[in-house]
Nanobody, 118 residues
Framework: VQLAESGGGLVQAGGSLRLSCAAS????????VGWFRQAPGKAREQISC????????YYSDSVKGRFTISRDLANNTVYLQMNSLKSEDTAVYYC????????????WGPGTQVTVSS
């Protein structure tokens, strides 16, 4: 199953964006799908995951309370609703199976750029 990200853009601080992660096949085949991001000069980090089994979600401390992950099984898409955006949210956002070793995983999509202006 290939994953492809979209929905990024330029937004002012305090604004919102919704990212989409479209799967080429059934996302039910992936135990949990996650969102990752990589800011300039920083390592890629996992910020949110959603289980395909029970819809349970995980958020990193940096996005908890501001971002919401959701999934649409009918359309094989996972979303990331991002509210109250901050300049430090500026990064390239990627989706991938949760828990992957970011240095060893080789199936990254192109990502989608999110730029938050202050």
């Amino acid at each position: 199953v290939q994953l492809a990200e979209s929905g990024g853009g330029l937004v002012q601080a305090g604004g919102s964006l919704r990212l989409s992660c479209a799967a080429s096949g059934s996302i039910s085949n992936i135990f949990a799908v996650g969102w990752f991001r990589q800011a300039p000069g920083k390592a890629r980090e996992q910020i949110s995951c959603i289980s395909s089994k029970d819809n349970s979600a995980y958020y990193s401390d940096s996005v908890k309370g501001r971002f919401t992950i959701s999934r649409d099984l009918a359309n094989n898409t996972v979303y990331l609703q991002m509210n109250s955006l901050k300049s430090e949210d500026t990064a390239v956002y990627y989706c991938a199976p949760c828990g992957v070793n970011v240095d060893a995983y080789h199936s990254w999509g192109p990502g989608t750029q999110v730029t938050v202006s202050s």
